[in-house]
């Protein structure tokens, strides 16, 4: 392969920890074409199955190798309707970027960068590419939930004629991808010139609804006049570890931290923002964790100027959940990892502020029921690891609301909702459901694919058209 992946341009590591400004700078139309000219357009492009909603990506590449960006967009657009999102937050090392033939013998086609490349160009040239709607069908259908799933889900039926009206709990639209992921991964802006195209497509957005508590599923149905619901409220119900100390000040929540700083702006306290958030300067910040969230966390805090923060994860490296890009952009930023490593209490002051987390080393035993080798407990290896702040980052679980409020809609074990994998139909007729608060945390892309097959089955059981997403 004569041309090399072309890297993409980003902020020095010393000057980004300063700001909350985006790390990744994007690719230049000339390393895009570059890029794009090394896919092979194989015959059969298995890339394409690696993606969970399918995008032509063989096509949309070719056009950009062609230097048709905006015809690139009009393809892509057929499949995803958030490029610049996905682009930025797929984990495509594991979906298209996985399965690309080049990957076998060198590096992989930047699939994700040319996909914000694009979905970046449209943004930036003036120029929108808002898809066909079909004629009103005179059919209505709520979306609960603003994040990715509920927002593929809108898009679709849309754009197969029915009125679609998205009820968000939160008085910004976008899910996770506005209060969960930081600025610096994915600029709000982004998320918002994203929504713009949908709220062009006629979906009426209504923020904050709580669904369960403003108004029930069942008064949906039966006092508004849905004809059929979707549910994607996701997974934002943090776990905590349940260990001795937990309730002291300055344990907190990923999602609390997190949505303070990303949505309510608290590292601009005072400024513009009155949310204030635990001040992190020259302080030592534990995050207990080592997903991607974890991960989000620790490079904010490092970013509010904390003198160490640390990650403390119970495996080692090569277990962590989080993206690979991430721990490396988080290691460039001096974030200090502290593995097999697990915390069995928290220490206090008198007036009950944290002072410490007691630690306990940890080594590697035999695969448990995930494949990963099991942590088992170093005796005699306990320590105190002095910390100002621990953010706990272990997991998040569905919230009961929907469920409690609305019985005849079954849940697992795990209160995840209970569907047919086929249509995401729910065990109540016309209710739909999909993206995290079916599978449990997961990705941007399997929750907009979730909403897309929903989308599928309640046109069809709406008596809708089939539609042709190619026709644009
Ligand atoms: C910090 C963090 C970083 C992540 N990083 C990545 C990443 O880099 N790449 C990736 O692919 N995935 C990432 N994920 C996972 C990804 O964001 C989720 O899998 C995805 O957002 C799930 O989409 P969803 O639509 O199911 O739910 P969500 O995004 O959680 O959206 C659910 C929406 O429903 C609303 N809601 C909840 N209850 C109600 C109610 N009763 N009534 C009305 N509205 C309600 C919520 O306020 C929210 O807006 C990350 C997650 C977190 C927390
Ligand atoms: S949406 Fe995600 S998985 Fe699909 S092609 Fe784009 S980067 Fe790959």
Excluded at 87 to 101: A, L, N, S, W
Excluded at 207 to 226: A, K, N, P, S, Y
Aim: hydrophobic share 40%; with cysteine.
């Amino acid at each position: 392969m004569a041309i090399p992946r072309q890297k993409m341009p980003a902020q020095d590591p010393v000057e980004r920890v300063g700001n909350f400004k985006e790390v990744n700078l994007g690719l230049t139309p000339e390393q895009a074409q570059q890029e794009a000219l090394r896919c092979i357009q194989c015959k059969d492009p298995v890339c394409i199955a690696g993606c969970p909603v399918n995008i032509k990506i063989d096509q949309f590449i070719k056009l950009i190798a062609e230097g048709d960006f905006m015809g690139a967009v009009r393809k892509i657009k057929e499949d995803n309707v958030l490029p610049s999102i996905c682009g930025r937050v797929c984990p495509q090392e594991d979906q298209c970027e996985k399965v690309c033939v080049i990957g076998k013998k060198h590096e992989p086609v930047a699939i994700g960068n040319l996909e914000r490349f694009v979905g970046d160009y449209e943004r930036t040239s003036g120029q929108k590419i808002d898809p066909k709607i079909a004629p009103p069908t005179g059919k209505k259908v709520a979306v609960v939930g603003s994040g990715p799933a509920g927002l593929s889900c809108a898009n679709d039926l849309a754009q197969y004629g029915h009125k679609v009206v998205v009820f968000e709990a939160l008085h910004e639209l976008g899910g996770v991808l506005m209060y969960g992921i930081p600025e610096f991964r994915l600029p709000k802006e982004i998320v918002r010139e994203e929504l713009d195209g949908l709220r062009r497509m006629g979906i009426e957005f209504r923020t904050d609804v709580v669904v369960g508590r403003t108004i029930t599923i069942d008064e949906l149905m039966e006092e508004e006049g849905f004809d059929a619901v979707f549910i994607g409220v996701g997974a934002g119900l943090p776990w905590f570890m349940g260990i001795p100390g937990e309730n002291l000040v300055g344990v907190l929540a990923a999602n609390e931290f997190l949505t303070r700083v990303n949505l309510m702006k608290a590292y601009d306290f005072l400024k513009s923002s009155d949310t204030p958030v635990f001040d992190c300067k020259g302080k030592n910040v534990a995050v207990f964790g080592g997903g991607n969230t974890a991960m989000d966390a620790v490079r904010t805090a490092k970013r509010l100027g904390a003198e160490h923060a640390y990650i403390v994860y119970r495996r080692s490296e090569k277990e962590m959940p989080a993206r690979e890009e991430e721990i490396h952009n988080a290691k460039e930023e001096g974030i200090e990892f502290l593995l097999l490593t697990t915390p069995l209490e928290f220490v206090g002051d008198e007036k009950a502020w944290l002072t410490g987390a007691k630690c306990q080393k940890m080594e590697l035993g035999e695969p448990d029921d995930s494949g990963r080798r099991r942590p088992v407990p170093v005796e005699g290896s306990e320590y105190i690891l002095p910390i100002d702040m621990a953010i706990i980052s272990i997991g998040n679980g569905p919230n009961p609301l929907i469920h409690q409020t609305t019985p005849d809609i079954e849940v697992s074990k795990r209160e995840t909702i209970v569907v047919d994998v086929n249509t995401m139909q729910t065990s109540k007729e016309n209710v739909y459901a999909g993206g995290d608060i079916v599978t449990g945390g997961a990705t941007v892309i399997l929750a907009m694919g979730a909403g897309r097959k929903a989308a599928a089955a309640i046109n069809e059981k709406l008596g809708g058209t089939a539609k042709n997403f190619n026709e644009w």
